[in-house]
């Protein structure tokens, strides 16, 4: 029976004990530093934060935030994505590979292109 006292987060919990928002994963081969994941995480585009929090920031640093976001993909993430718990409504994900490096893609459905073939 579970305790009374436990936190809530420790009991929603998917993937093999990973929280909502990522995704389980196998790394092919775990002695490659380039290509092993660390983290997936389900994100969805904001767009009140895209068309209107970041160029009214970016006129007020003199465009040095717009900067920033190029070279630093953590802050492009928090600046224009929310992070979601569903992947039905993601709509871009960010990869965290094991150096440090962190990558954000667009989901594709390509479920209309696969339909005629079957």
Known sequence: MDRIDE??????????GLPLNQAA????NEREEATCMASITYMRQNLF???FLVPILSLMSLFILPLKMYWSS?????MLYDVVEDINKATHVRISG?????????LENLTDKVRPIL
């Open 74 to 78: 953590e802050l492009c993430c928090d």
């Open 98 to 106: 094991r150096p440090g490096n962190t990558d954000i893609c667009k």
């Open 49 to 51: 934060k895209t068309y």
């Open 7 to 16: 936190p809530l987060i420790q009991k929603v919990k998917l993937n093999n």
């Open 25 to 28: 994963f196998v790394n092919f």
